[in-house]
């Protein structure tokens, strides 16, 4: 560890709650018997789909084609016969198609176990499988891994920054895979650095996981990589990309900017370690490290789950839901999306579960220009003037003042003493503002 950072404008500290499911070792979920696998599980377009009514699927067959340059293949995790294909709303509140897979009793449990070499393997092919396994952003974000990794030509990478941050409260899926399987998650990070050519690689962790720090760096020493750990202190959201990148490698991304512009690729440790399965085993994303978690659960547990898995039936293996639940929560509880439980399945972006208390609900006042809300916004806007152009359908000004550069991390609303619903409003403010363009 050579040194402890962080971004240095604004966040806040929110209580972190990790302590619920930190020490929870990973469980495999048993098998439900029918899983709803969407065709959406990505940032944009859905994938196409591959099979109809009656269908037999295999696991790791391909179930959905990538339809757009903005999308990603999805396979199924699962033997099984598929008995619909309907629309089904996902925790984000998106309607996407998705398969009724009915799961076979009998399963080949052993069919990713064979390791293929890659060493003669180039930067293209490495690429090559990422794409054509699905691989997509593990954060939340599912930003689809091989347009990520995709360099332009003239363009050099000067920083893999690898996110092992983690920093919404009580989300612990990637510690846990850092704890437990870190030699794979680094070999990850290495086949990812082989394809994008970095000239330094390094891995940034929040110091509410020294452990994890220690043991990533001894992994790190043993095997003699060239990966260096960035320790951060504790604030959020240091997770965001722009945050991370001010905090690791000191440059800010410019507005309207990728990270690649600044020379430098993030990609979330989760993600590493699926790219290590999809190299080192051919296998495509199709389970995940789910945290099931809050105080509304009776057994927090980190679980690796099909995707298409019920939440029900995640939340019925952590030993169901206590009697005085308020809120369910898909993500984290900051930027994570409320959901009804009838029938969401999880998806490659489903890091958590939650299930938390009933909480005393404050009414919204008016704004009483505090302040506090400029004061905690990492990106530097100024949320108030934001909203309240909102609230009166000045949509162009509140653009002008930077909307979209927002990040909807809530770091305004956590700190806002009137209650304002300001995320909410930034995001209607978004959707309405470029229908006027």
Known sequence: MSRISTFRRGGVHPLDRKELSKDKKIEVLPLPGEILLSMSQHLGAPAECLKKKGDSVKRGELVGKASSFISANVHSPVDGTV????????????????????????????????????????????????????????????????VKFTVPKGRKVEALVVN?????P???SDYR?????????????????????????????????MDAIAHVEQRIKALN????????KLKYPQGDEKQLLKATVGKEIPSGKLPL??????????????????????KPLF??????????????????????????DLYDFAGGLKDDINKLVSGGPMMGFAFSLDETPITKGTSGLLAL??????????CVSCGKCVQHCPMGLMPNKMFRNIKYGNYEAAMELGLMDCKECGCCAFSCPSHLPLVQGFKLGKKLGRKKK
């Open 287 to 312: 389970e995940r490290v789910v945290s099931v978690t809050g105080e509304g659960v009776k057994e927090p547990k980190n679980v690796i789950a099909p995707m298409g898995t019920k939440a029900s």
């Open 357 to 366: 208390p009933q909480m005393v609900c404050k009414d919204t006042m008016p």
């Open 177 to 209: 895979t850092m704890m437990e399987r870190t030699d794979q998650a680094l070999e990850g990070i290495m086949i990812a650095s082989k394809i994008l050519e970095p000239e330094k690689i390094m891995i940034g962790i929040e110091m509410n996981k």
């Open 164 to 168: 092992g941050v983690e920093c919404e």
């Open 261 to 282: 512009d600044i020379g430098a690729v993030v990609a979330n440790v989760s993600t590493c370690y699926a790219i290590y399965e999809a190299v080192v085993h051919h």
């Open 170 to 172: 009580y989300l612990t």
């Open 83 to 146: 008995l619909d294909v309907k629309p089904v709303r996902l925790a984000n509140g998106a309607v996407a198609p998705a398969l009724v897979i009915k799961v076979s009793e009998e399963q080949d449990d052993h069919l990713f176990d064979k390791a293929y070499p890659y060493s003669n393997l180039g930067p293209e092919e490495l690429l090559a499988l990422v794409k054509d396994l699905g691989i997509v952003g593990m954060g939340g974000a599912t930003f689809p891994t091989a």
């Open 225 to 232: 990589y060239p990966i260096e750990v960035v320790a951060l």
